[in-house]
């Protein structure tokens, strides 16, 4: 078989491989900075691996593209893009757990902060390295999770004025419902960010980063993108399930394609079971094709017995159940399909393309979900043009 795995340039090892489109990723990364005010910077959220995309392919890409900063979860991660060489300011959204100060420091990542214990242990280190830690102070306006309650900023912000090593050098928050059919809920958020901002500012805080925007708000609120705003979903092309659907929605491409190659064809007669638990049985004498991907690859087993692919320019049902390393497709009603065959699982292909909102909705979740749950030991190749 190894014919199979060895006729492409763009194709890996594996014949299963995820596609990023790196020109896709600038051109939507330069679609949304449009939308911003001339001045306000633009944040790549490029956290859980570029959300499946490839965290250091898509820095690189995106640093190229003009991206002012990066935005990460976890102090790992911020980690991974300094020692790839990305120099642009890195900021971790999820401020990084006890002990993760040291890494914080000597890699230049600036934590979003919202507890004093967190805050101690920043100054100490600073103190002892003589040194000024930036973060940016995060405040729960309505989302209830990370985050100083709006409430409590003002006495939160004075147990801040004893850290002399730290600088409280941005205000952030992040909304719950930017992408709500109703403006409600996130102009009660602005107005509460606001009323922190004007609070820090009383107490003598001056800070230079304002953000509060994610894809969403970028989008639909264009009065509170501050000086920063921070876009994941949108800029690896998720739209529908991402953006509100209020407002005109900007032409954005997906990112990400997921194709697998045929590695199994035959003809099997009417009447027969395929797959685990013998959940389909052809109702005709059929063209079945097996493809070497499965749930542990991130397709999801949701998808049994109602997943389509691509193939030769025409859609194919996955039909029985999606397994951990296979899934089986009727490519009857496909002419000319041979043993090896690429398909698309996701992405374009042949003029159609299945987006990752349409898997998405297909198994009630959220096209995060499907991009980020591609699993590792899917390659990820990084198309350049
Ligand atoms: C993930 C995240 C973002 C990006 O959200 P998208 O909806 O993907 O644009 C922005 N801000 C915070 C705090 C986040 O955790």
Redo the contacts with the bound molecule.
Sequence with gaps: MSELVSDSPLQPKRPTWAEISLPALAHNFQTLKALLADGTQL?A?V?ANA?GHGAVACAKALEAAGADWF?V?LVEEGVELRESGISKPIFC??GGWRTQGELILKHELTP?LFRLDLAEELDALAKANQRVIKFHL?VDTGMGR?GIPWTDVEAFAQQLQRFSQLRLDGV?T?FAAADAATSDYTDLQIARYQASVATLRALGFTPTWFHQ??????HAYSQAQGNLA???????G?VSD?LSPRLTRPELQPVMSLRSRIVMLKTVPAGTSLGYGCTFTTPRESRIATLPIGYADGLRRAHSNQGRIIIRGKFAPIVGRVSMDLTIVDVTDVPGVELGDIVTLLGAQDGLCLRAEELAAQIETIS?EIVTGISARVPRVHITA
Excluded: E, I, P, W
């Excluded at 925007?213 to 970028?218: D, E, F, I, K, M």
């Excluded at 921070?230 to 690896?236: D, L, N, P, T, V």
């Design positions: 944040m959220v956290k959300y935005g979860a959204l999820g979003a995060k990370l952030l992040h925007a994610n894809s969403a708000g970028l921070r876009a994941g979903a949108a800029m690896y998720l991402v995060y």
